[in-house]
């Protein structure tokens, strides 16, 4: 067998390291236990969004 080695340059490294700390930042204001189904359902004025762009279609 042989085995493939692929290179990674430094900025691509940097980018995914930026993205993982982005990630972390962002779990730690908006915890991952909350699903999103339960936000937008319980969120005031979610139905009045919705309603407000079916209006201007018509």
């Known amino acids: ?3 493939v080695i ?6 691509e490294r940097e980018r995914d390291r930026l993205i993982r700390e982005a990630r972390a ?3 730690s204001i908006f915890p991952p236990g909350d699903s ?5 359902n319980n969120a005031p004025g979610s139905h009045a969004v919705g309603r407000a762009g079916s209006c ?3």
């Not at 692929?6 to 900025?11: D, L, R």
């Not at 999103?36 to 937008?40: T, Y």
Request: glycine share 4%; proline share 0%.
């Open 1 to 3: 067998m042989s085995e």
């Open 6 to 11: 692929q290179f990674v340059s430094k900025s």
């Open 25 to 27: 930042i962002y779990d």
């Open 36 to 40: 999103v189904g339960e936000k937008q």
């Open 56 to 58: 201007s279609t018509d």
